[in-house]
């Protein structure tokens, strides 16, 4: 991203992606040229890691990155085990969906790069 660029960024979109897909959408993020920042997070239903990633951009990448990150985040089955909270322990793998990503996107009034 040049210096003179901050000013044509009109959304911020936050994106959370499963940790195992994190480093390869990093590499296409980067190789598609959007600037981005990864925060580390954790939550949801399984408790696992995420990475969060905040993109600023135009409106008229808004597809492209929405087309990125689905064909870099893809969903798939996973074995996990659910903790049992109770007084027997009767937890067995459970087969759930994980992976794919969330995107949220929201108005951006104004970019600066100090």
């Not at 190789?31 to 954790?42: D, K, N, P, Q, W």
Request: some cysteine; glycine content about 8%.
């Amino acid at each position: 991203m040049e210096l003179g660029d901050v000013a044509k960024y009109d959304q911020l979109v936050l994106v959370v992606v499963q940790d195992n897909d994190a480093g390869d959408y990093m590499k296409a993020l980067s190789e598609s040229g959007f600037a981005h920042t990864r925060i580390l997070s954790a939550g949801g239903f399984l408790r696992a890691t995420n990475a969060l990633f905040v993109v600023a951009i135009s409106s008229d990448r808004l597809a492209d990155l929405r087309a990125l990150t689905s064909t870099t985040c893809t969903t798939r089955n996973e074995l996990v085990t659910v903790p049992w909270v109770g007084e027997l322990d009767l937890s067995m793998p459970v087969e759930v969906e994980v992976g794919g990503a969330s995107m949220f996107v929201m108005p951006l009034d104004r970019a600066e790069r100090l």
